[in-house]
């Protein structure tokens, strides 16, 4: 193991200890992914001014954040659009559609969404996911960027597991030494969350941030080759851990907070 990791090593243990060695579990923080699947392209639009002068103005101001908006990198046939919802709290979370109906601001803000008629509907569906946070990666960040005009590339991973104990396993394996690795290498996360609730448990999910496509691939060629990646990944107790991964790009709205 070089210098270099061994400094990030000990940066990001002191991430997960307080100076009593007492875990951050509180501090961890909760995350809903939501993904709106949307009838067509053109409805992307009214959804995009819902989101972005309604809720999640809302949602700050129950203190939520920093949200992140998200569009596919790439044209497809489904149109999606996608939230990063961080929170203290499971109830800050799962509670704020409820407190919504109190915010008198979000209500008249929402008012031409929340009229929506039936047989023109902006939705199809709306998937959700609820993750607690990694304590090696407890809280939602993102760096800054290095001068450029091209929008950053962040890619999202869900790494299902063949059992719940694999997948706690998984989560071990992170927190015991993977992400130091990501950061020499390049690969920088936003969030890291093991889903509480979903429709691919168990699995983790977490999300990495890139200057373009050329730094993403330049960055897990260097984790790939990574010495301590290659003593790691040979642990006899993660074997197994993973059984399908799910990958996909995303770009950032105008209005995302991240």
């Given at each position: ?19 009593a060695?007492?875990t ?11 993904t ?9 639009a ?8 309604s ?20 044209d ?7 939230l ?5 709290s ?19 803000a ?7 008629p ?17 304590d ?5 960040t993102?760096p ?12 999202l ?6 059992t719940?104990?694999?997948g ?8 015991a ?5 990501f950061?020499d ?34 960055a ?8 301590d ?5 040979q642990v006899?107790k993660y074997k197994?851990?993973v059984?399908?991964?799910h990958?996909?790009?995303w ?8």
């Amino acid at each position: 193991m070089n210098y270099r990791t061994n400094w990030l090593l000990a940066v990001t243990m002191l991430v997960c200890w307080t100076e009593a060695g007492r875990t951050l579990a509180e501090e961890n923080q909760l995350l809903e992914l939501r993904t709106y699947t949307l009838v067509d392209q053109a409805a992307e639009a009214k959804l995009d001014a819902y989101l972005e002068d309604s809720l999640i103005p809302a949602l700050v101001k129950q203190g939520l954040g920093p949200i992140g908006a998200f569009d596919q990198a790439a044209d497809g046939e489904t149109v999606e659009v996608m939230l990063l919802i961080p929170g203290p709290s499971v109830e800050s979370v799962t509670g704020a559609a409820a407190k919504l109906a109190s915010q008198r601001d979000y209500l008249e803000a929402a008012k031409d969404y929340l009229a929506t008629p039936p047989n023109q509907p902006v939705v199809k569906r709306i998937r959700s996911e609820l993750l607690r946070s990694f304590d090696c990666w407890p809280q939602v960040t993102v760096p800054k960027q290095r001068e450029s005009d091209q929008q950053r590339l962040f890619e999202l991973r869900v790494y299902e597991s063949p059992t719940e104990n694999f997948g706690e396993l998984k989560v071990e394996m992170f927190n015991a030494g993977e992400v130091p690795i990501f950061l020499d290498s390049g690969v920088i996360p936003v969030f890291m969350g093991q889903a509480l609730v979903g429709d691919m448990m168990p699995n983790l999910t977490y999300m990495t941030v890139y200057d373009d496509d050329a730094a993403r691939k330049k960055a897990w060629k260097n984790f790939s080759a990574h010495p301590d990646w290659q003593v790691l990944k040979q642990v006899k107790k993660y074997k197994g851990t993973v059984s399908k991964i799910h990958k996909s790009d995303w770009v950032p709205k105008s209005y995302s907070q991240l």
